[in-house]
């Protein structure tokens, strides 16, 4: 059973304009989460983290939200570039084992 | 990506060969992981080393085996592969909590 999902496939995008990708998690053990970024044939690359005794991260244009009662994240882009045309991976933990989303691919339109 | 190195990049097998996929760091630290990748179903965890000398299962660990030789490098192992094992494989280091995983840059799997 998937503990960690991603809904949307897919989002497209104007450059300049908000990104917002959605993640659901449902073990309410976990503490951890984090948001990664993968370019074919590459291995995913880290992009922001979140604690669970957080609501809020942020890092230059990337902001992750977690809110705990919904067992819900979301990684906010702004504005968003080509260059983040990629695949994002949401993960969460609780100790040692990592879950994985499926994945929502974002095309940036220039 | 980040001092974690697998080997090979691409490999082709038979159904019923055996090989080991590799993956060494350079960045000392105790964790590493192997997840496999494949269409629709994200990353998932197959095997994960928490220090030296223990290992443990994740997600989908049947038809694997793997091996923590040292702190540097943790082999995943197929004994008699299958084309249902056909995928991209990653291994990962955990820096720890406030901070990341690394990963490495996968090891292509085709099993005919």
């Known amino acids: 059973d998937q503990q960690v999902k991603q809904n949307s496939p897919s989002l497209s995008v104007q450059e300049g304009r908000i990104s917002i990708l959605n993640c659901d998690y449902t073990?309410?053990?976990?503490?951890?989460f984090l948001w990664y970024k993968k370019y074919p044939a590459e291995g995913p690359t880290f992009l922001i983290s979140?604690?669970?005794?957080?609501d809020k991260n942020e890092d230059g244009r990337f902001t992750v939200f977690l809110n705990k009662s919904a067992k819900h994240l979301s990684l906010h882009i702004v504005p968003s570039q080509p260059g983040d045309s990629a695949v994002y991976f949401c993960?969460?933990?609780?100790?040692?084992?990592?879950?994985f989303g499926t994945g929502t691919s974002l095309t940036v339109i220039p | 990506n980040a001092g974690v190195t697998q080997t090979p990049k691409f490999q082709v097998l038979k159904t019923g060969q055996s090989m080991t996929l590799q993956c060494a760091q350079d960045?000392?630290?105790?964790?590493m992981y192997w997840y496999r990748q494949d269409p629709g179903m994200g990353l998932r965890l197959i095997y994960y080393?928490?220090?030296?000398?223990?290992?443990d299962k994740g997600e989908v660990p049947n038809g694997y085996n793997v091996s923590r030789l040292n702190k540097r490098e943790f082999s995943l192992r197929l004994e008699s592969a299958a084309p249902s094992q056909t995928s991209v494989y990653f291994c990962?280091?955990?820096?720890?909590?406030?901070?990341?995983?690394?990963f490495g840059p996968g090891t292509r799997l085709l099993v005919l």
């Open positions: 993960a969460a933990t609780s100790g040692n084992q990592f879950y």
């Open positions: 073990n309410s053990m976990f503490d951890y």
């Open positions: 979140i604690s669970s005794i957080k």
């Open positions: 960045m000392n630290h105790n964790s």
């Open positions: 080393s928490a220090s030296e000398g223990t290992t």
């Open positions: 990962a280091i955990w820096t720890g909590k406030q901070e990341t995983q690394y």
